[in-house]
C-alpha cells in the first residue's frame, strides 16, 4: 500500500552501494512502509554519479530525482562523497534556471544501518515532489512536430 | 597605443613561430583572426572594439608550437583557465595584452543597420559608432551595441600578459550582481520552461557554441557525438538539444571565464551564456571562486574540503 494515496509519480533514485542502497535495504527488512514512486538505481559511490545523470532523468520525464550516498568521512572509497558532494550542490544550485523546481532534486546521506532514517528521507522526499506533481515533460520532437501530432493523440 | 603594440611584437616575433591578433576582415565592420609570420604582416594589426574573437581557442591545438596571443581582458581569463588546467604550457605561449574598452555585439549593430552583408566603412570615436552600409552612415552609440559582457566587465586589462601596452582601464564594475539571472528568474518555473524549449526548438545543433568555446577541449571525443556513451541521439527533438546544452554547462562549472564566445557563434542567437552563468554563479556563491583568474590554483570542483565553507550538512 503506497504510503500516499493517488498517482504515482517518477522519482529516480541514485544511492551508493555501500550505504544507502544498504539502507534502503535494512529499511526494506524491517518492513517500513514506504511510498513506492522510487526506482532505485544502484551506483559503486555518489562520487560516481555525474550530475548529468540527474539531468537526463529530467530530460526523460522524471519528476524527481534523489541522490543519497555514504555521511561524509564514511565513504567506502575514502574521499568520493566529498568530490560528490561539490558537484551536487553545484547542480542543485542551477538547476532552477532550466525551469526545474530545485525541491524536485535533493542529495541526502544515508548508512546502510540507518533504515529508520531511508523510510523518513524517501517519505519526505516523495511528498515533497508530489506537491509539485508531475513535470512537464520535455518534448522529443520539434515543436512544430509536436502540434502536428496533437490533435491525432486527442 | 596600437603602435606601441605592434612595436612590441615584432620585437619579439623573432623568437616565436607566430602571433595571433585581429586583422581587418572581408569588410570593414568584421574583424578576423590574423597569423603574424613577418613583421609586414604585423602592420595589419588592428585593435579596437571588433576585435571581437577570443583567440584563445586556438591555443590548446598549437601545443608543442611556440606562439604569441594578443588579448583583452576576458581573453586572458580562458588563456589563464588553459594554463591552470595544463592545456596549455606557460613557456610556448607570450601574452600581449592592452587595456580593452569593449567589444562590439554584431547582432546589435544588424539590427540597427539592416543587412551588413558589406559594409563600407566603419569609424568609432568618443563613444560612437558610424557604419556605412549601401552609402548609407548609421550612427550608433558604442555603448548600445556593446557586447552585454563587457557591461559587467571587472577586467579589462589581461589579468595575466608577459607584454602590458599602455595604461590600465579601471574596471566597469566592481562586482558582478548577475542581474541578467535576477531578471530570468523573475519569471516563474512555467515561464522558464517555455523560455528554453522555444529557444532549443530553434537550436541547429551545428556545435558552433562548443566549437568557439575556448575551453571545451574534448573535440573529436565530445559526449554528444559518441556513441559509448551515447548521452544524446540523433533526434532533432528539444530534449536532445537541451541536453546537449546543460552538457556544455556542466562540463564548464567551475571553468567558464565568461568570455561569452558560446553566444556570439551561436547562428541563431540562442542566449546560451546565461546557463554558464548560472553555473559561475553558483561556483561564486559556493567557493567564493572566479575561473581564470589565477594560474596555479585549483578548480573548485577538482578539490574538497573536509568541512565545506558554505555548504550546509543535510538536515534530512
Ligand atoms: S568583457 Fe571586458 S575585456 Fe572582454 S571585451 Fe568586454 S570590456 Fe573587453
Ligand atoms: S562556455 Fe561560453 S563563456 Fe564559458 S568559456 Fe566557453 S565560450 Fe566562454
Ligand atoms: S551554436 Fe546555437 S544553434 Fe549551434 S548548437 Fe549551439 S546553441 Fe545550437
Not at chain 2, 567558464?256 to 554558464?276: S, Y
Request: glycine share 8%; charged share 25%.
Amino acid at each position: 500500500m503506497p504510503v500516499l494515496e493517488g498517482r504515482e509519480l517518477r522519482i529516480v533514485g541514485f544511492l551508493c552501494n555501500w550505504c544507502s542502497y544498504g539502507g534502503a535495504d535494512t529499511a526494506g527488512v524491517a518492513r517500513f512502509e514506504q511510498p513506492t514512486d522510487l526506482r532505485v538505481i544502484r551506483v559503486p559511490c555518489s562520487g560516481r554519479i555525474d550530475p548529468l545523470f540527474v539531468a537526463k532523468a529530467f530530460m526523460n520525464g522524471a519528476d524527481g530525482v534523489l541522490v543519497s550516498g555514504c555521511h561524509p568521512r564514511d565513504c567506502h572509497y575514502a574521499e568520493g562523497n566529498f568530490y560528490a558532494r561539490r558537484r551536487l550542490e553545484v547542480f542543485k544550485n542551477v538547476i532552477s534556471v532550466l525551469g526545474i523546481e530545485p525541491e524536485r532534486f535533493e542529495y541526502t546521506w544515508v548508512s546502510a544501518s540507518e533504515g529508520q532514517r531511508w523510510q523518513e528521507v524517501v517519505t519526505k522526499f516523495t511528498k515533497q515532489v508530489h506537491a509539485l506533481g508531475p513535470m512537464v515533460s520535455v518534448p522529443e520532437v520539434s515543436l512544430d512536430r509536436l502540434a502536428a501530432l496533437e490533435p491525432a493523440q486527442s | 597605443m596600437l603602435d606601441q603594440l605592434k612595436e612590441t611584437i615584432k620585437k619579439a616575433l623573432p623568437e616565436l613561430d607566430f602571433v595571433m591578433g585581429w586583422g581587418m576582415g572581408f569588410d570593414a565592420l568584421h574583424a578576423t583572426p590574423l597569423f603574424m609570420y613577418e613583421p609586414e604582416d604585423v602592420d595589419k594589426l588592428v585593435w579596437g572594439p571588433l576585435n571581437i574573437q577570443n583567440l584563445a581557442t586556438y591555443l590548446p591545438s598549437l601545443k608543442g608550437k611556440k606562439v604569441g596571443i594578443v588579448v583583452k581582458g576576458c581573453d586572458s581569463r580562458s588563456v589563464a583557465e588553459l594554463l591552470q588546467e595544463k592545456l596549455v604550457n606557460r613557456d610556448e605561449v607570450v601574452i600581449f595584452g592592452m587595456a580593452c574598452q569593449g567589444t562590439v555585439n554584431l547582432t546589435k549593430v544588424r539590427e540597427i543597420v539592416g543587412n551588413t552583408g558589406l559594409v563600407e566603412d566603419v569609424k568609432y570615436e568618443n563613444g560612437k559608432l558610424t557604419v556605412t552600409a549601401d552609402g548609407q552612415p548609421h550612427e550608433m552609440l558604442l555603448k548600445d551595441v556593446r557586447a552585454d559582457k563587457c557591461g559587467y566587465c571587472r577586467f579589462p586589462n589581461a589579468v595575466i600578459s608577459d607584454h602590458f601596452v599602455g595604461e590600465e582601464r579601471a574596471p566597469q564594475v566592481e562586482e558582478d550582481t548577475f542581474e541578467d539571472l535576477k531578471e530570468f528568474e523573475s519569471q516563474s518555473f512555467e515561464e522558464r520552461r517555455d523560455f528554453w524549449m522555444k529557444e532549443m526548438d530553434r537550436c541547429l545543433r551545428c556545435y558552433a557554441c562548443r566549437n568557439a568555446c575556448p575551453l571545451c577541449v574534448c573535440r573529436d571525443h565530445c559526449v554528444a557525438q559518441s556513441r559509448d556513451p551515447h548521452w544524446v541521439s540523433q533526434q532533432d527533438g528539444i530534449r536532445d538539444k537541451f541536453m546537449f546544452q546543460i552538457i556544455h554547462a556542466t562540463h564548464m562549472a567551475g571553468r567558464c571565464t565568461n568570455c561569452g564566445e558560446c553566444e556570439r557563434a551561436c547562428p541563431v542567437d540562442i542566449p546560451v551564456l546565461l546557463l554558464k552563468r548560472s553555473f559561475n554563479r553558483a561556483v561564486k556563491n559556493t567557493f567564493a571562486y572566479d575561473a581564470g583568474l589565477d594560474a596555479g590554483a585549483t578548480p573548485p570542483l577538482l578539490a574538497f574540503k573536509v568541512n565545506e565553507d558554505n555548504i550546509k550538512e543535510k538536515e534530512w
